[in-house]
């Protein structure tokens, strides 16, 4: 019951959270994550979609990460590698997004689409399967170098988002604050799902059950 409600919860904030990006990418001229400026340069220079190149590059940090440190590589970890992508193409194709005509209208989108990608990610997360690829990979650095989490992340998303930026990738001011912005979201939804999912599970415990039987009976 518990990895059933896990893997529930952790589709549910995946779903959430490829939504986001597909909503910031219509609007990317006002700028996206450093990650997304990386696949949609790549997706301008060699085709593909940008689903695909998200796939690509989560798997190329997952075979980076297993020789690195294998201790952040789980189910959900491959989960979010393989599938955000394909989520991201089918929610680009479906095109269900706010539909907007001025930049004011547009800043509004792009603001509602990294309020998704806290939202989603913080959930995703707290169902317990694991780290993202990319969160794996920073982690992973973050113990063989012994540098902070915050240190790591930010050398590694300036290093992607220079890379993007000189292959073309849209960069512009919300790029800079897209972090600032999605963090604090991202933590309490974090915060509150997995409090929400530690009571189910201790609702659902066997010991509680017979103690709340014996007490009862």
Same mark, same amino acid.
């Given at each position: 019951?518990k ?5 529930? #919860?952790?589709m549910i %904030?995946?779903? *959430?959270? $490829?939504?986001?990006?597909? @909503?910031?990418i219509?609007?990317?001229?006002? %700028?996206i994550?450093?990650? +997304?400026?990386?696949?949609v340069?790549? !997706? ?9 190149w998200a *796939?690509?590059? =989560?798997?190329?940090?997952?075979i *980076?990460s297993?020789?690195l440190?294998?201790t952040?590589?789980? #189910?959900?970890?491959?989960?979010? @590698?393989l599938l955000i992508?394909?989520m991201v ?5 479906? +095109?269900y997004f706010?539909k $907007? ?9 792009l603001?509602?689409?990294i309020?998704l990608m806290?939202? =989603?990610? %913080?959930?995703?997360?707290? @169902? /317990?399967? /694991?780290?993202g690829?990319r969160?794996?990979?920073?982690l $992973? ?5 012994g !540098?902070?989490?915050?240190? #790591? ?5 300036s @290093? ?9 990738g849209?960069?512009f001011?919300f790029?800079f604050?897209f972090?600032?912005?999605? $963090?604090?979201v991202?933590?309490?939804f ?6 929400r999912?530690?009571k189910l599970?201790?609702?659902w415990?066997?010991?509680k059950?017979?103690?709340?039987k014996?007490a009862?009976?």
């Amino acid at each position: 019951m518990k990895i059933t409600s896990q893997f529930l #919860v952790f589709m549910i %904030g995946l779903t *959430v959270f $490829s939504y986001g990006i597909a @909503a910031t990418i219509q609007v990317q001229y006002l %700028g996206i994550h450093p990650w +997304d400026v990386l696949n949609v340069a790549l !997706f301008d220079l060699f085709g593909l979609t940008i689903g695909t190149w998200a *796939v690509i590059v =989560g798997f190329l940090l997952v075979i *980076v990460s297993f020789f690195l440190d294998r201790t952040y590589l789980s #189910v959900g970890t491959f989960l979010n @590698a393989l599938l955000i992508g394909p989520m991201v193409d089918l929610f680009m194709y479906l +095109d269900y997004f706010p539909k $907007s005509s001025t930049t004011i209208t547009d800043v509004f989108v792009l603001l509602f689409g990294i309020l998704l990608m806290g939202i =989603g990610g %913080g959930v995703y997360s707290a @169902a /317990g399967l /694991g780290a993202g690829p990319r969160d794996g990979f920073m982690l $992973s650095i973050s113990d063989k170098l012994g !540098f902070s989490i915050s240190r #790591v992340r930010i050398i590694t998303e300036s @290093a992607i988002l220079v890379i993007g930026w000189l292959l073309g990738g849209p960069v512009f001011v919300f790029t800079f604050i897209f972090t600032f912005l999605q $963090s604090p979201v991202y933590q309490f939804f974090f915060l509150t799902t997995r409090k929400r999912l530690e009571k189910l599970y201790n609702h659902w415990n066997p010991k509680k059950e017979k103690k709340y039987k014996k007490a009862t009976g």
